[in-house]
């Protein structure tokens, strides 16, 4: 049975399935817990969570004593150990991970300098788009030999640095929405990618369904792509088609699997079956398709568009994860958030003491604890010498959670060009 009880009623071998708090408000990107200690009780309060829903069926109840379940039995432990598991694509041949691969959990480049040799492989997959993208409106074959290589390049950029590529899409504007969105739904599809641990030749299908996955598009009607406003009932089916007009593209390339051709057709469907063109539900979506829509909302609400500016990293991902469910798969919208950081790098934020900065890289195992560029003292006067604090230490002597965040703003607002600091 699942109660609402007060956290006063928490008990150790209580099991939660949901916490009455944003998800920003608290560090546990993973509500459902088995109690297992105080310790964790003292944690949940002083994030200031006030109620939780506990499942009498998986740990003790209200009026169970504390010692009559052993933890042990008390609920089946979560298989994954953190958030809820992610069914991934069985795709493992033998001959699929190289030796050489790199450990998904490590870095082996530094962000900055990453982010400085990303530019150029970037800026020339750029180019590619804009042929493709052309050969595409005309009817000629796609030269996926170019394309693939960069591919590649962009997948050896995630493995050196996981922050890097997906950090420098968003901090520069480089060319107009139609080719820089193709490139960076493959970006950040790639990151994901990365994230969920999938095997080299398997991200490499990511990669190319995510540069295609709106390839279609080049069959719209230009009036109806560019219109400065919201479409009409009848604009917006004409718009629909661009997932069938992409993946018939697509079938008369050559090479192209099946998986690919999938991305471009299934990258409107949403989780609760009310997307497009087939109306699937959940596990019928295809699973790199579920991966690119991520990928194709994010980059969209992040990018200025002729009718609106450009939503923050950090609402994006607010708006994402409140969509989980309906739009999205909802574990992976949580795989996202781990990836790209509660604070996406560049978000301005205010911390408890007052002082403003911009998250200058992430602490993977402390999402809620980024390392930030101090730009403003705490009487929010400009410092003349910006000071990095790393939030996941904490200043001796104090409690947990000292340096903590309270407010995020756009960097516009004060003047602020992120590319200014974090390029640099
Ligand atoms: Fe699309």
New binding site residues.
């Given amino acids: 049975m699942i109660k609402d009880i007060s956290v006063k009623q928490l008990k150790i071998g209580m099991y939660i399935e949901d916490m009455a708090a944003s998800w920003l408000n608290h560090p546990f990107l993973r509500t459902k817990r088995l109690i297992k200690s105080e310790e964790e009780i003292k944690k949940i309060k002083h994030y200031g969570i006030l109620s939780v829903k506990i499942n009498t069926g998986k740990g003790i109840d209200t009026d169970q004593p504390d010692d009559v379940q052993d933890l042990s039995q008390a609920a089946a432990p979560d298989p994954t150990g953190s958030e809820p598991e992610v069914a991934k694509p069985i795709s493992s041949g033998p001959n699929e991970t190289p030796p050489s691969a790199p450990a998904a959990s490590t870095d082996t480049v530094p962000l900055r300098d990453e982010m400085t040799r990303m530019e150029n492989v970037y800026q020339d997959t750029l180019n590619k788009a804009r042929i493709f993208l052309n050969q595409a409106k005309n009817g000629e074959p796609i030269d996926l030999e170019e394309v693939s290589a960069n591919v590649d390049a962009l997948m050896n950029s995630v493995f050196r640095n996981r922050y890097a590529s997906s950090t420098l899409i968003k901090l520069k504007t480089f060319d107009e929405y139609t080719y820089t969105h193709s490139v960076n739904v493959c970006v950040l599809s790639l990151t994901l990618g990365r994230h969920l641990d999938f095997s080299p030749s398997l991200l490499k299908t990511l990669g190319i369904g995510a540069i295609f996955?709106?390839l279609?598009?080049t069959a719209v009607p230009q009036e109806i792509l560019n219109k400065p406003g919201p479409l009409t009932e009848e604009e917006f089916e004409e718009m629909k088609k661009?997932?069938l007009f992409?993946a018939k593209i697509l079938k008369n390339t050559v090479h192209i699997s099946r998986e690919i051709i999938e991305c471009?057709l299934y990258?409107?469907e949403k989780y609760n079956g009310l997307g497009y063109p087939k109306g699937l539900k959940a596990d019928q979506i295809p699973f790199l398709a579920q991966v690119i829509s991520l990928a194709?909302v994010y980059d969209a609400l992040t990018s200025k568009r002729v009718y609106r500016g450009k939503v923050s990293p950090h609402e994006t991902l607010k708006i994402m994860y409140g969509n989980r469910g309906d739009h999205f798969n909802p574990a992976l919208v949580a795989k996202m958030v781990k990836c790209l950081g509660v604070y996406p790098i560049g978000s301005l934020v205010t911390l408890e003491t007052g002082e403003i900065g911009l998250v200058a890289d992430i602490n993977p195992d402390d999402l809620i604890h980024p390392q930030v560029l101090l730009l403003f003292d705490q009487h929010a006067r400009r410092r003349s010498r910006p000071e990095m604090l790393d939030l996941s230490i904490q200043p001796h002597g104090s409690e947990e959670g000292a340096h903590r965040i309270v407010e995020v703003e756009a960097p516009e607002k004060r003047g602020i060009n992120p590319a200014d600091y974090l390029l640099k």
Avoid: N, Q, T
């Fill in positions: 996955h709106d279609g598009k661009h997932s992409g471009a990258h409107h194709d």
